[in-house]
T-cell receptor, first 111, second 113 residues
Framework: RKEVEQDPGPFNVPEGATVAFNCTYS??????FFWYRQDCRKEPKLLMS???SGNEDGRFTAQLNRASQYISLLIRDSKLSDSATYLC????????????FGQGTTLQVKP | DGGITQSPKYLFRKEGQNVTLSCEQN?????MYWYRQDPGQGLRLIYY???????QKGDIAEGYSVSREKKESFPLTVTSAQKNPTAFYLC????????????FGAGSRLTVL
C-alpha cells in the first residue's frame, strides 16, 4: 500500500462547479498535511496547509480526518484557472523531516 | 529576492555518464530535498538533508548521490548506476521548525539519450 494515495482523475468539471478530492495516508503518526498545486511542467507550489479543525482560504476548504486517515480539498465555484494537478503531502513523523507526496489529482475545468 | 535556484534547466546526457544537478538556496533553510517526477506521476523522494554534513536516503536513492557541505547547497549526482534516469528533478527546502512548508526550485529536466 502506498504511504499517500490519491485518485489520479482526471476530474472534468464545468466552470462554477464544486469539486472535492480526497487523499488517504497510511501512517497514523503523520504530523502535518498540505495541499500543493502543480501546473504542467512547473514546480509544485503550496496551496494550503491542512489544520486539524479544518481551514478555508477563499474558495478552497481543507479538512483532516485523523480517525479515517484522510484529508480532503473542496473547491467551490471552479474557475478555468483552477485547472492543474493537486498534490497531497504528508509529513511522516515529527523528527524525520520526511515529506511524502501523493501522485496527484488532475483537475480540468471546462467553459 | 530569496529562493531556490536549480541548474541546468535542461540537460542531455549519454548512457553511462554521471551528471550533477545543482541546487542553491538563499532562504537560510536548514532542510533540503531532492525529488524525482516521472510523467503522470507524483514526486518520489531521492535524498534529504536536515543539517549540514548529514543526509538520509529517501525511497529511491539507488543510483544517486548527494553532498551537503554548505547550508546553501545540496547537489545531486545521477550516476551511471541509475537504470532509468530520464525524469524531472525537483529540489526543495524548508525551515526545520515552524510551518514545514516546502519551497521548490523550478526543476531540472534530464534526458538520457
Amino acid at each position: 500500500r502506498k504511504e499517500v494515495e490519491q485518485d489520479p482523475g482526471p476530474f472534468n468539471v464545468p466552470e462554477g462547479a464544486t469539486v472535492a478530492f480526497n487523499c488517504t495516508y497510511s501512517n497514523s503518526a503523520s504530523q502535518s498535511f498540505f495541499w500543493y498545486r502543480q501546473d504542467c511542467r512547473k514546480e509544485p507550489k503550496l496551496l494550503m496547509s491542512v489544520y486539524s479543525s479544518g481551514n478555508e482560504d477563499g474558495r478552497f476548504t481543507a479538512q483532516l480526518n485523523r480517525a479515517s486517515q484522510y484529508i480532503s480539498l473542496l473547491i467551490r465555484d471552479s474557475k478555468l484557472s483552477d485547472s492543474a494537478t493537486y498534490l497531497c503531502v504528508v509529513k511522516a513523523e515529527s523528527n524525520t523531516g520526511k515529506l511524502i507526496f501523493g501522485q496527484g489529482t488532475t483537475l480540468q475545468v471546462k467553459p | 529576492d530569496g529562493g531556490i535556484t536549480q541548474s541546468p534547466k535542461y540537460l542531455f546526457r549519454k548512457e553511462g555518464q554521471n551528471v550533477t544537478l545543482s541546487c542553491e538556496q538563499n532562504l537560510n533553510h536548514d532542510a533540503m530535498y531532492w525529488y524525482r517526477q516521472d510523467p503522470g506521476q507524483g514526486l518520489r523522494l531521492i535524498y534529504y538533508s536536515q543539517i549540514v554534513n548529514d543526509f538520509q536516503k529517501g525511497d529511491i536513492a539507488e543510483g544517486y548521490s548527494v553532498s551537503r557541505e554548505k547550508k546553501e547547497s545540496f547537489p545531486l549526482t545521477v550516476t551511471s548506476a541509475q537504470k532509468n534516469p530520464t525524469a524531472f528533478y525537483l529540489c526543495a527546502s524548508r525551515r526545520s521548525s515552524g510551518a514545514n512548508v516546502l519551497t521548490f526550485g523550478a526543476g531540472s529536466r534530464l534526458t538520457v539519450l
